[in-house]
Each structure stands twice: as C-alpha cells, then as structure tokens.
C-alpha cells in the first residue's frame, strides 16, 4: 500500500508547506473560503501531522481539499511559517495522479476544468475565450450573456477588439505557430499527460455512474459534475 505521507513529502511544495503547526487557528481566521465551506485550513496541518495513512487517504478522496481558493493568505499569518495552502495544492496533485479526485462531488469538477479551460489554452490560446463560454453553462448570467455571446463579433468590434483576426487586439486569432508551441510546452513539462490521467480517471468514473462522456458540447457526465453540489457546502 502507499505511503501517501511519504510520497506527499517528495513535493517540495509540501516540505515548505508543512513545519510544526500548534494549532492556533490564525490560517482559519484569515481564511476566506472558511467563512462560506464548513473549511477549516488548521485541520489539514493536524492531519497531515498525524502521519495516518487512512485519514490522508480520506482527505485525498474528499471535497474538503477542493474548498480552498489558493489566495495563500494563510502563509502571510503563520507563526511558524505552514501554509496549508500549499498543503492543499500537493494534496490535489496526489488525489489528481492516484483517481482519488473522482470519489467526491467537487474532485470530479476537475475533469470539467480540463474540459473547459485545459482545451480552450490547447486549442485557442485562451484560459477562457468568449465563445467557448456558453450561456446554457451560466444561467446566472441571464439574458445579458445570451445577447452578448450572440452579438459578440459585433460588441467586440465595438469595444475595440480583434475577435479571430491577425494582429494585435483583446480575443485576436493566436497564430497556428504559437498555439503548436503552447502544445509543446504542455508536452515537455508533462501537462497533456497529466490532462490524460484527469480523463482516464473521469471516463472509469463515468462509466460507474452510468453516464457517457462522448457527446458534443456537453456530455451527460459533464453536466452531472458541472452542477453537483456536495453536501456539506453552506452556499446555495
């Protein structure tokens, strides 16, 4: 069985994270996602501390490692120097690498993540690009996004853009040159293999759930892990 304290250990992200929490609850005070997710930053030092194989594993599996919004204001407050948001990234890398992302509501957001932002840098350039942002993913945007994404050549033409076009200019066309190179740099640093394992893992737990990951735009695994609140969050 894995070591899961051991293997977190050679991230040097967790050896600079982790020093000798005393359970002062300073991270918690500070934090902001502690004050809308049942979060509670001081509780991954503790456990982590602990050195239990079982609690580590059931952390790995939770939503709890996905509540964090990695502001790292826990590092700037410590006493003795921990920043459980570091904890928090080297935990989501292991969950993420080992299919653990996949056992709980939130973790499984990741391959909507890999869907949606991962292919949009891939393939246009873009973390996000208007036209792949689409109103039926937003509701809470209402009529407003409906009508801009159905007149956005027109309002970003308005606004000064260059939506799609050479040259210079917010959403401009990014050449077939540097979007070959973003592919490389994915490549080399091992980021489309890490894409993989995301969809490797999401398309097993699709298949348990009974749902299929194939249809275009959104699949019915997609949309299930898209809205899926878990249960423990206090927001609507």
Same mark, same amino acid.
């Given at each position: 069985?894995?070591?899961?304290?051991?293997?977190?250990?050679?991230?040097?992200r967790?050896? &600079?994270? @982790? $020093?000798?929490?005393?359970n002062?609850?300073?991270?918690?005070?500070?934090?902001?996602?502690a004050?809308f997710?049942?979060?509670?930053? #001081?509780?991954?030092?503790?456990? @982590?501390? =602990?050195?239990?194989? /079982?609690?580590?594993?059931?952390?790995?599996?939770?939503?709890?490692?996905?509540?964090?919004?990695?502001c790292?204001?826990?590092?700037?407050r410590? %006493?003795?120097?921990?920043? %459980?948001?570091?904890?928090?990234?080297?935990?989501?890398?292991?969950?993420?690498? @080992?299919?653990?992302?996949?056992?709980?509501? #939130?973790?499984?957001?990741?391959?909507?993540?890999?869907? =949606?932002? *991962?292919?949009?840098?891939?393939?246009?350039?873009?973390?996000t690009?208007?036209?792949?942002? #689409?109103?039926?993913l937003h509701?809470? /945007?209402? /009529? !407003?996004?409906?009508?801009?994404?159905?007149?956005l050549?027109?309002?970003?033409?308005?606004?000064? *853009? $260059? @939506? $799609?076009?050479?040259?210079? *200019?917010?959403?401009?066309?990014?050449?077939?040159?540097?979007?070959? &190179? !973003? $592919?490389?740099?994915?490549?080399?640093?091992? *980021? #489309?293999?890490?894409?993989? =394992?995301?969809?490797?893992?999401?398309?097993?737990?699709?298949?348990?759930?009974?749902?299929?990951?194939?249809s &275009?735009?959104?699949?019915?695994y997609?949309?299930?892990?898209?809205?899926?609140?878990?249960?423990?969050?206090?927001?609507?």
């Open positions: 069985m894995i070591d899961y304290y051991e293997t977190l250990r050679k991230d040097i967790f050896v &600079e994270g @982790l $020093n000798a929490c005393m002062c609850g300073v991270c918690s005070a500070i934090c902001p996602a004050e997710f049942p979060y509670d930053p #001081k509780k991954i030092c503790n456990i @982590l501390q =602990t050195k239990d194989n /079982q609690l580590i594993e059931e952390l790995l599996s939770s939503d709890y490692i996905w509540y964090c919004g990695q790292m204001s826990c590092k700037t410590c %006493p003795r120097g921990n920043t %459980p948001g570091l904890l928090i990234s080297t935990l989501r890398t292991l969950s993420q690498k @080992l299919g653990l992302f996949t056992k709980s509501p #939130k973790g499984r957001q990741q391959y909507a993540i890999y869907k =949606t932002v *991962g292919e949009s840098i891939l393939t246009k350039g873009y973390c690009h208007a036209e792949m942002i #689409k109103p039926e509701p809470e /945007q209402g /009529q !407003v996004w409906e009508w801009y994404h159905s007149n050549e027109e309002i970003i033409d308005r606004l000064g *853009g $260059n @939506l $799609n076009k050479p040259g210079s *200019g917010a959403l401009r066309k990014i050449s077939d040159e540097s979007i070959a &190179e !973003v $592919n490389r740099i994915f490549e080399v640093t091992g *980021g #489309k293999n890490f894409f993989d =394992t995301i969809d490797q893992f999401s398309q097993q737990q699709a298949k348990e759930m009974g749902l299929e990951t194939d &275009e735009p959104f699949s019915s997609f949309m299930k892990i898209y809205t899926e609140q878990d249960d423990n969050s206090n927001v609507e």
